[in-house]
C-alpha cells in the first residue's frame, strides 16, 4: 500500500499535500481500496469558506457513498474536473490524477495537528 511519506493525512483517510499557503487534497489509496470502483465524484463546494472537518463533497462507488471531510478550514479554489469525466482516476492514481480540491488554509496551526505518514500508517494497521 502507497503511503508516500511528504504527505499528511487524516482520521478520514485523506491525504493533504502543503503548497505554501494552499493545500491539495484528496483520498488516500487504503480508502479508494476500501470503496472500491469509485463511479462519481461530486464537490459543490468550490469558492465556498468552510470549517475543517465539514462536508465538501461525496465520492460515490458502486456499493456506497462516502462524505467528504475538510482536512483544514479554508476556502476550497478548485475542484479536479477531470474526475467527472473519469473518476477511476481515484482508483488507479489516489495521488497524483486522482486529486480531488485544492484550497487555501486560513490557520496555519492545525497543518500540525493533520497525521505524519507514519502515524496514518500506524492508524490503518489497527
Avoid at 505554501?20 to 462519481?40: H, K, N, P, R, S
Avoid at 462507488?61 to 478550514?73: E, I, W
Avoid at 493533520?114 to 490503518?124: G, P
Wanted: net charge negative; charged share 30%.
Amino acid at each position: 500500500m502507497n503511503i508516500p511519506s511528504e504527505l499528511k493525512y487524516t482520521k478520514d483517510h485523506e491525504w493533504i499535500k502543503i503548497e505554501g499557503d494552499t493545500a491539495i487534497v484528496g483520498i488516500t489509496d487504503f480508502a479508494q481500496g476500501e470503496l472500491g470502483d469509485i463511479v462519481y465524484v461530486e464537490v459543490e463546494t468550490v469558492d465556498e469558506t468552510l470549517d475543517i472537518e465539514e462536508v465538501f463533497g461525496t465520492v460515490e462507488a458502486v456499493k456506497t457513498v462516502s462524505d467528504l471531510f475538510l482536512p483544514l478550514s479554508g476556502e476550497i479554489i478548485a475542484f479536479n474536473e477531470s474526475l467527472e469525466d473519469e473518476p477511476e482516476k481515484v482508483n488507479t492514481d489516489p495521488y497524483g490524477e486522482g486529486w480531488m480540491i485544492k484550497m487555501k488554509f486560513s490557520d496555519a496551526t492545525q497543518v500540525e495537528e493533520l497525521l505524519s505518514a507514519d502515524d496514518y500508517k500506524a492508524l490503518i494497521s489497527g
